[in-house]
């Protein structure tokens, strides 16, 4: 499993150079190592002694993997300052997460009570994906978000709360963050130009006001611009599928 995720790290990460500072100056890779130790032995029973290492590994790593968490191969944590893990969280193999991610519970209720992650998603920097949740395979979320509700596979995810802004993802490269579209702004570029032609129409209505209601009915046209604002504005208002 080390060499999984060593091949891992040399295959999404175009500054690992060479094996020796993969070892000794990732704590990600570090991290997983400690983890690995911990959840073993844990899974035994072992009390005390796997939170000891998980603690020594957050003093040294600035990364926080309870042993209870279970963790796939070829996992990436990318540079990794700030990421915490809890208790029953679930992470699918070759899964990325950046650093001040959080996969945190709610509450203090027992049981399952973190999130499970599908295999090759990709979690952004300083996202929360809080809960009993289910993230499907091959998920992106974006940096900043707050996930709080089950994800269907291959979507894109964005904003505070988290919100589906793409279905079926095409692109292959996991590190093309730039293409995560910003659906805040385009709900409210499509409310501003909704605006602009409420008082374009206005006007146009003032100036035919000399026109019977039935007139001014026949003037005004179809405008199928008007319809698809209208479904991008209810998609942002129930949460766009999630």
């Keep these: 499993m080390l060499l999984t995720d060593l091949r891992t790290i040399f295959e999404r990460d175009p500054a690992a150079r060479n094996w020796l500072e993969v070892l000794f100056c990732y704590p990600g890779l570090q991290a997983l190592v400690c983890h690995r130790l911990a959840h073993w032995l844990h899974k035994m029973g072992i009390p005390f002694i796997p939170r000891f290492i998980s603690h020594i590994s957050r003093f040294l790593t600035g990364i926080e993997i309870h042993p ?5 191969q070829g996992v990436f944590i ?5 990421v915490v893990i809890g208790e029953t969280a679930i992470v699918g193999d070759y899964a990325l997460i950046y650093q001040g991610v959080t996969l945190g519970g709610t509450g203090k209720e027992s049981g399952k ?8 998603v990709v979690v952004g920097a300083g996202a929360k994906v809080l809960g009993n949740i289910q ?5 992106r979320i974006g940096a900043g978000s707050v996930v709080l509700r089950d994800v269907p596979s291959n979507t894109t995810v964005v904003g ?3 919100r589906v802004t793409r279905q079926n993802n095409l692109s292959t490269n996991v590190l093309d963050h730039d293409k995560v579209r910003d659906v805040e702004a385009e709900v409210i570029r ?3 130009e909704r605006v602009k032609a409420l008082e374009k129409q ?7 006001s000399s026109l019977s209601p039935t007139e001014l009915c026949d003037e005004q046209t179809y ?4 319809n698809k604002s209208d479904g991008m504005i209810e998609d942002f208002l129930d949460g766009a599928g999630i």
Excluded: W, Y
Aim: charged share 20%.
């Design 160 to 162: 505070i709360p988290g």
């Design 78 to 82: 990318d540079h990794g300052m700030g």
């Design 190 to 192: 499509a409310l501003f």
């Design 113 to 120: 009570r973190h999130p499970t992650l599908g295999s090759h």
């Design 68 to 72: 209870g968490a279970l963790i796939g």
């Design 223 to 226: 405008n199928p611009k008007s």
């Design 202 to 208: 206005f006007e146009e209505l003032q100036d035919q």
């Design 135 to 139: 993230i499907g395979d091959r998920v």
